[in-house]
């Protein structure tokens, strides 16, 4: 049996759960939810079955985390001293602003819609994260396609 | 828009060392590994919480994948690239090179040894800089001077040469014997510490 290094896993998998951490949890959450995915996958990976989908293990655990942080930050109240006088300037370009949109989709089709497009997984491998058939990824997948072309473009 | 495009910033450089330190912190990083550039040419270093676990000729044992491999299957698959964990096995390695140090104060950890090779090991990590030994010696002060061909084997398996010295054990009468790496190594760092001009 060959024993894959840890570090071979981070470096064939980092770009997609990054991917997933800043689709579900912004950019500027993103750094906790990439580090508490990788410690808690690094803590249980000795024990990882043989033959396991490697990907999908560790985007179902980037996944649950991202939603973690971004909840526990939201809940926290935002400590400043002053207001801000002016406007902040612009934000630099960026190409997730249509993630923002995916994050206030219903949460099963977020969920769906980020495995799927930012982890880049093949629906039956949705499905299996998700412990739902084949047949409800896809139609989750077009309802918040439909929903996010609605809010994105309002008819 | 039929298609969405993933987010497509990658992760932030420094991301990933940080990432290393807090695996360390949590006791999550059983084997720290990095490439350490030597007058030997590509070296792996690899440590344990313990110490110093591996000291690799990168080209000798096959390259770095196949060391990292080895430490996985044999310590622990708990295995990061950290070069920060081994800064001080690397400076210790650039004065030995520069002829600044005669003795590394670097923790050992013989774990990838066992039994009577091991006991080699330790006897063989006791040669003093600049001084040599037979195998036989060496045999002797593990505890069974008959068996200086499993000294042989012991030292050539060494899982970290240079701060383990095997080079500095040679053959009785003064040939030079074997060496992990090709004996081109073993006269280069004979000639370091002044053993051989």
């Known amino acids: 049996m060959t024993v894959i ?26 750094e906790d939810a990439f580090q508490e995915t990788w410690l808690s996958a690094l803590r249980a990976y000795p024990r990882l079955g043989e033959g396991a989908n490697v990907r999908a293990w560790l985007l179902t655990i980037a996944h649950r985390k991202a939603i973690d942080v971004h909840r526990g930050r939201a809940r926290r109240p935002i400590v400043t001293d002053r207001l801000p006088e002016a406007a902040a300037p612009p934000e630099p370009e960026r190409d997730d602003g249509l993630w923002d949109a995916v994050r206030e989709l219903p949460p099963g089709q977020r969920a769906a819609i980020t ?27 077009a309802d918040g396609l439909k929903n996010l072309r609605l809010e994105v473009q309002p008819a | 828009m039929s298609r969405l495009a993933a987010p497509t910033t990658p992760p932030p ?25 030597s007058p030997l040419g590509p070296l792996v270093a690899a440590v344990t919480p313990a110490g110093l676990v591996r000291l690799a000729y990168e080209d000798f044992n096959g390259g770095l994948d ?14 990061l690239e ?35 090779g091991r006991r080699i090991l330790e006897a063989t990590a006791a040669i003093p800089f600049g001084e040599t030994r037979s195998y036989r010696e060496v045999a002797e002060a593990a505890g069974n001077g008959k068996a200086t061909r499993a000294a042989g ?4 398996a060494n899982p970290i040469p240079i701060v383990v010295p095997c080079h500095r054990v040679l053959r009785t009468g003064g040939g030079l014997g074997g060496y992990t790496g090709g004996v081109e190594k073993k006269e280069t760092l004979l000639r370091i510490e002044g053993v051989l001009l």
């Open chain 1, 115 to 141: 495995l799927r497009y930012a982890g880049d997984l093949r629906p039956v491998e949705v499905a299996e994260v998700l412990g739902i058939s084949d047949d409800a990824v896809r139609r989750r997948i």
């Open chain 2, 82 to 116: 950290a070069p920060a964990r081994l800064d001080d096995i690397r400076r210790q390695l650039d004065e030995y090179f520069e002829r600044r140090r005669d003795r590394f104060d670097v923790p050992v950890d013989l774990t990838l040894a066992r039994g009577f």
């Open chain 2, 13 to 37: 450089a420094d991301l990933l060392a940080r990432l290393a330190a807090r695996a360390a912190e949590e006791g999550l990083l059983d084997v720290a590994y990095a490439r350490v550039d």
């Open chain 2, 153 to 156: 084997n012991a030292l050539g």
């Open chain 1, 5 to 30: 290094p840890f570090q071979q896993v981070l470096d064939a998998h980092r770009d997609a759960v990054w991917r997933v951490c800043v689709a579900v949890a912004g950019r500027d959450e993103a």
């Open chain 2, 66 to 79: 196949v060391v990292v491999e080895d430490l996985a299957a044999r310590i622990s698959p708990r295995v």
